[in-house]
């Protein structure tokens, strides 16, 4: 952990290094639905909109390596965006974005192999050194995930729960940070249905009140890598649907057609 500290971005507000990540990917995947957007002040200054990509992309890599699954359904959500918009043009698109960022790799895993970033590099790709070693994508924190699976062992947990997130040690309960599982001895199954019902509505009251099809696309985006994203770890997208329906309430008071984009102001 000291070693990480040395070259691992700093996470801020107390959140966790993966937590922070997330931030940093959901704010990916805002940038991509702007590019899709003919509102959007920000897409108008392009040089301003490449740059805030990669800034967000350098920062979530240098974060936690999660950044690199949310890097890969961000382009998997570019190309669905792009193939709605341009049909099947869009292909070639996507394999010049495809050979540039293999391109960007190879230029960043040549710079930093052997350089005083080397540790850097070591960690954010251990990924690729272990495919490239051993034919494995394991890394260490993947594999301490893996030792984290552990399920009740009585019928009272399964149900409702042990009421227990954290211990008094301040570690997390049953010190998995699986959120499935962080979910389930916490309030057990029931609570859990719950609670992941509670957010799928929030995002489908969100969508159903708008005819905006970009916001629609990115609130079901936020919503899939919730139930992916909590596999690995607890996480609730509750700030986010709280954003989105403060702006539809702006929104409905101030616009006669009653829907809402925020695209205009970002």
């Excluded at 005083?116 to 260490?140: H, L, Q, V």
Aim: hydrophobic share 50%; glycine share 4%.
């Amino acid at each position: 952990m000291e070693v990480q500290a040395a070259f691992r971005v700093i996470a801020l507000c107390k959140f966790q290094y993966a937590n922070m990540a997330v931030m940093y990917g959901l704010a990916l995947f805002s940038a991509i639905s702007l590019g899709f957007s003919n509102k959007s002040t920000l897409y108008q200054h392009k040089i301003l909109y490449v740059l805030s990509i990669a800034f967000i992309s350098i920062m979530g890599i240098l974060s936690a390596r999660t950044f690199f699954l949310m890097i890969f359904l961000s382009f998997l959500y570019y190309s669905y965006l792009l193939y709605k918009r341009k049909g099947i043009y869009s292909f070639m698109y996507i394999l010049l974005i495809v050979c540039s960022i293999i391109l960007l790799l190879i230029i960043s895993i040549s710079l930093l192999e052997n350089s005083e970033y080397s540790a850097t590099y070591n960690w954010a790709f251990e990924w690729y050194i272990n495919m490239s070693e051993s034919k494995s994508f394991e890394t260490g924190s993947s594999n301490r995930l893996y030792e984290m699976y552990l399920f009740p062992d009585n019928l009272k947990t399964w149900l409702l729960g042990d009421g227990q997130f954290v211990t008094v040690d301040g570690l997390f309960y049953k010190q998995t940070d699986v959120g499935y599982l962080r979910s389930l001895f916490y309030w057990g199954l029931v609570g859990t249905i719950v609670f992941y019902y509670f957010q799928y509505k929030c995002c489908k009251l969100i969508c159903n009140s708008t005819r905006d099809g970009i916001i629609k696309k990115l609130c079901w985006l936020i919503f899939i890598w919730l139930l992916v994203y909590n596999v690995k770890e607890f996480w609730h997208a509750n700030l986010y649907w709280a954003l989105f329906l403060v702006t539809l309430i702006k929104f409905k008071y101030n616009n006669s057609q009653n829907d809402f984009s925020m695209y205009g102001y970002l």
